[in-house]
């Protein structure tokens, strides 16, 4: 994720919701686990207990990393109206003709064909832009091209 204050769209606030509180849990348990230190164990004991530990660190940085970027987006207010930003649906049409339409976003649960996230190549190039707008992004086959066609709701089928 981004070190900058973007903001964030209903649909990702609520996915970093959810899994922020199912990371909370989840250390819970795993702090729960830790031992007594004033029982004595094995050195199997003892190795259990540090891959715990170190479960403990993993969770806490996530959980810092999440409220970090919930905040964030707190502070960066809603999404801006007019440019494409976190949150947007944007059709965009690329140089070989083709269109299609995306929702700019963060996070997606599974296999979302219409999400482009805003770390991506193209995200950071839509960033800020408006109808009628050229765009350069590189790909893993080199660099592309697409214009922005439209700002908003998906055009009807």
């Given amino acids: 994720m981004t070190s900058d204050s973007l ?8 996915a970093l919701e959810r899994e ?8 819970e348990t795993v702090a729960a686990t830790l031992g007594d230190t004033d029982v004595v164990g094995d050195r199997a004991d003892d ?7 170190a479960d403990l660190a993993r969770l806490d940085a996530r959980i810092t990393e999440i409220t970090t970027r919930l905040r964030q987006a707190d502070d960066a207010g809603p ?11 944007v059709t965009v049409r ?8 995306v929702t700019l976003g963060e996070v997606t649960e599974g296999p979302d064909t219409s999400l482009v996230t805003a770390e991506s190549p193209l995200g950071r190039a839509l960033m800020g832009r408006r109808p009628g707008d ?24």
Avoid: K, M, W
């Fill in 79 to 89: 999404p801006p109206v007019g440019v494409v930003g976190v949150g947007s649906t």
């Fill in 94 to 101: 690329f140089d070989d003709g083709t269109e299609q339409t």
């Fill in 7 to 14: 903001p964030i769209s209903a649909a990702a606030r609520h």
């Fill in 20 to 27: 922020l509180a199912g990371v909370r849990t989840e250390r």
């Fill in 134 to 157: 050229a765009v350069r992004y590189r790909t893993p086959d080199g660099e592309a091209a697409a214009t922005v066609v439209s700002l908003g709701e998906a055009p009807p089928a």
């Fill in 47 to 53: 190795a259990d207990e540090l891959r715990r530990s």
